[in-house]
């Protein structure tokens, strides 16, 4: 089944975490190692959505998402750099554009690097490959990025971040994604992986969230609710960081009292971050 199409979302709250997140893993990844470096995304999307396009415009999920924190003076640094990227996609002081998690990575990382993506729908597999055309750092595939993420690692630059974004519109979704942790881990332990989840009033999701807490890695965990958990959809979402960067931790902790203001109904419960493994 594939009904998702990440155009609707695009810029929303889940976006916002899930690609500053993304946003500072890389810049710390090549702030100073000259070496090269593999961006590799399991579930890439469309590559760069089009806000005022049919799907975006249909929900306005970015006006309660990436819109509030357009045009803002006073962003923690480490949110300001996320949405210097996003500015970065958009010529003018309009935000007309919402970069995907592969157009994020296009934008931080050098010629030097390498990014690896993966996508199943064919319009967005086509989208994305229309807009990776010139760029001779990118290799696509349309295939299922859970399996062929096996075959790619170790990769030959033994440096990488792992994005796998899934959809989760099937239950599936939640084992593939702890198995292709656990097999990741395995074949390339020393791998940085950022994995996207979202938060549901579902029991079968919280009790992922304790699934992932009980890998044997060294990881980060943040999950950050915008509506109160009892309800109908998502309320919010987390992401499972294994291998996280020393300083990730502490620049979220400066961002998420922000984000919670900025983004968050009232009654939403507070955000949290913990550190498994040390
Ligand atoms: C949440 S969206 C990805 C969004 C993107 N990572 C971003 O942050 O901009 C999930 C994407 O995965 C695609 N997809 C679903 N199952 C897949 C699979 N097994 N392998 C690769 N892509 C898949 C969907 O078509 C959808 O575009």
Not at 60 to 84: C, K, M
Not at 113 to 134: I, M, V
Not at 245 to 261: A, D, I, R, S, V
């Amino acid at each position: 089944m594939l009904s998702y199409r990440h155009a609707f979302h695009a810029g929303n709250h889940a976006d916002v975490l899930k690609h500053l997140v993304e946003v500072l893993i890389l810049q710390y990844l090549v702030q100073k190692e000259v070496k090269p470096l593999r961006y590799i995304d399991t579930h890439a999307g469309p590559g760069i959505s089009r806000l005022q396009g049919s799907f975006s415009i249909k929900n306005r999920e970015f006006a309660s998402g990436i819109a509030r924190l357009w045009g803002r003076s006073d962003l923690p640094t480490p949110l300001q750099h996320y949405v210097n990227v996003v500015r970065s996609v958009n010529a003018s002081s309009e935000l007309l554009f919402y970069p995907g998690s592969p157009a994020i990575a296009a934008a931080i990382l050098g010629p030097a690097h390498r990014l690896q993506l993966f996508e199943l729908h064919p319009t967005d597999a086509s989208s994305l490959g229309k807009w990776a055309a010139r760029d001779r750092r990118i290799k696509l595939q349309r295939a299922d990025g859970f399996v062929a993420l096996k075959a790619i690692l170790p990769p030959p630059e033994k440096r990488a971040l792992v994005m796998i974004d899934p959809p989760y519109e099937v239950k599936t979704d939640y084992d593939c994604a702890i198995s292709a942790l656990k097999m990741g881990c395995k074949k390339f332990a020393t791998g940085v992986y950022a994995l996207w989840y979202p938060l549901l009033d579902r029991k079968d999701v919280s009790a992922f969230s304790r699934r992932l807490k009980l890998l044997p890695v060294k990881s980060l965990m943040v999950e950050f609710p915008v509506q109160p958990l009892a309800g109908e959809g998502m309320r919010g979402s987390g992401l499972f960081i294994v291998n996280p960067p020393w300083t990730l931790q502490q620049q979220l902790e400066e961002c998420l009292p922000y984000l919670h203001t900025a983004l968050a109904e009232s009654g939403a419960p507070l955000w949290t971050t913990r550190r498994c493994g040390d």
